[in-house]
């Protein structure tokens, strides 16, 4: 015999709120507690003893050999690095001792030094590039313009003693300045003097220098 359906849809209903009071205790309760381990006891470790070595023995200082440097050896010349005359002993060896004037020159310098007024100074054999400085606003260009004159000098430079200022300028013109690379140098040399404002004095054999008008402004 089947029980009525009524009766069936209550116990349904009865069951289901019997799961869902365990399920919403449980919930409330937690996680059951879980109980912890006991710790372990650290090891003891024992630490070990080295045996100490003896220091190792200081050699006594090697004394240098007193006597001639060899030529390889290094040189001190104040550098912060060491020179060696292996460097440059090939070059030195080839240096000979060289007068720095002529016998034209000398006699020119004579005269030139007895016709100053005191305080003014005549230097010989003068780099162009020593007082002339091309000062333009590309660095590229400055260098390039340095280059025309470094390696040229006149034969006279002519200065005032208490600052250095450059009055005068002389240049003996020989035979040499006839040919066509003198040529060029010169016009080179003419420009840069005239630049810079300074008076350039040619002379050729066989004529008489005079520079004593050219100090009576600048003197005063």
């Known amino acids: 015999m089947r029980a009525p359906p009524m009766l069936m849809g209550m116990v349904?209903?009865?069951?289901?709120?019997?799961?869902?009071?365990?399920?919403?205790?449980?919930?409330?309760?937690?996680p059951a507690p879980v109980s912890p381990r006991p710790a372990g006891r650290p090891m003891r470790v024992e630490p070990r003893t080295l045996p100490r070595r003896p220091p190792a023995p200081v050699p006594d200082a090697v004394m240098e050999p007193v006597g001639n440097t060899p030529a390889d050896a290094p040189v001190d010349a104040g550098f912060s690095?060491?020179?060696?005359?292996?460097?440059?002993?090939?070059?030195?060896?080839?240096?000979?001792?060289?007068?720095?004037?002529s016998a034209w020159e000398c006699r020119v310098l004579r005269s030139l030094t007895g016709q100053v007024p005191p305080g003014v100074l005549v230097c010989p054999q003068v780099r162009l590039a020593d007082f002339i400085v091309p000062r333009g606003p590309d660095a590229d260009a400055?260098?390039?313009?340095?280059?025309?004159?470094?390696?040229?000098?006149v034969d006279f430079l002519?200065?005032?003693?208490?600052?250095?200022?450059?009055?005068?300028?002389?240049?003996?013109d020989d035979s040499t300045h006839d040919l066509p690379e003198r040529q060029y140098r010169d016009g080179l040399v003419n420009a840069a003097f005239a630049q810079v404002g300074i008076p350039l004095l040619h002379v050729v054999p066989g004529q008489r220098v005079d520079v004593t008008g050219y100090f009576a402004d600048v003197m005063a």
């Open 12 to 30: 349904e209903v009865v069951v289901g709120l019997l799961v869902l009071g365990w399920g919403v205790r449980g919930m409330l309760r937690g």
């Open 81 to 101: 690095v060491p020179v060696s005359m292996a460097d440059y002993g090939w070059a030195v060896r080839l240096y000979q001792p060289h007068p720095l004037l």
């Open 142 to 153: 400055n260098r390039r313009a340095f280059y025309k004159i470094a390696s040229k000098s």
């Open 158 to 172: 002519i200065i005032r003693e208490g600052d250095g200022h450059v009055l005068l300028g002389v240049e003996l």
